[in-house]
T-cell receptor, first 111, second 113 residues
Framework: GQSLEQPSEVTAVEGAIVQINCTYQTSGFYGLSWYQQHDGGAPTFLSYNALDGLEETGRFSSFLSRSDSYGYLLLQELQMKDSASYFCALWNNNQGGKLIFGQGTELSVKP | DAGVIQSPRHEVTEMGQEVTLRCKPISGHDYLFWYRQTMMRGLELLIYFNNNVPIDDSGMPEDRFSAKMPNASFSTLKIQPSEPRDSAVYFC???????????FGQGTRLTVV
């Protein structure tokens, strides 16, 4: 099977940098994605790493290391509106491909 | 495109009743996913379709749950009979292909009393 592990919650202050880690176990996958979900809302896509290394999109960056079965989401210049849950997700490459989510990390940004 | 559309947004039903959740994926998307979200279990994948064909339903909790995709623009998730432990937010998502962005609907909040 496959599984993804993330910290359940993280707290940081406005303007700071925070890193949300994700470790995974899988027999094979296409890439690692990150999603954001605000309370009462739908998950929305943030980034995707098909290859090892860093992908940068504005204040958000995502990293993947296949050899370490590890990835992270880096959020810079934190804003209050970044308070949300963040999920890592694997595109599994068995049975045609399915998108499996971690349990999510609740980020609280304090003033 | 209006995005992934789910209906109803909220559903309250009595235990034992049949519940049908509906989803219209984004036009042209070949993949459709049904997820259930609860505090305890997070975002669980229930079933997914590729080109209207169910590929993996291993996440469907039990026989009370069934899903269909009669055509490329419509899918249903049915629970019969419903139980209080089925209370959750059910999301439908679609994607144009594997390894790209999945777009989620706004979800259906189901409460079974």
């Amino acid at each position: 099977g496959q599984s993804l592990e993330q910290p359940s919650e993280v707290t940081a202050v406005e303007g700071a940098i925070v890193q949300i880690n994700c470790t995974y176990q899988t027999s094979g996958f296409y890439g690692l994605s990150w999603y954001q979900q605000h309370d009462g809302g739908a998950p929305t896509f943030l980034s995707y790493n098909a290859l090892d290394g860093l992908e940068e999109t504005g204040r958000f960056s995502s990293f993947l290391s296949r050899s370490d079965s590890y990835g992270y989401l880096l959020l810079q210049e934190l804003q209050m509106k970044d308070s949300a849950s963040y999920f890592c997700a694997l595109w599994n490459n068995n049975q045609g491909g399915k998108l499996i989510f971690g349990q999510g990390t609740e980020l609280s940004v304090k003033p | 495109d209006a995005g992934v559309i789910q209906s109803p947004r909220h559903e309250v039903t009595e235990m034992g009743q049949e519940v049908t959740l509906r989803c219209k994926p984004i036009s042209g998307h070949d993949y459709l996913f049904w997820y259930r979200q609860t505090m305890m279990r997070g975002l669980e994948l229930l079933i997914y379709f590729n080109n209207n064909v169910p590929i993996d339903d291993s996440g469907m909790p039990e026989d009370r749950f069934s899903a269909k995709m009669p055509n490329a623009s419509f899918s249903t998730l049915k629970i019969q009979p419903s139980e209080p432990r089925d209370s959750a937010v059910y999301f439908c998502a679609s994607s144009s292909r594997i390894d790209t962005e999945a777009f989620f609907g706004q979800g259906t909040r189901l409460t079974v009393v």
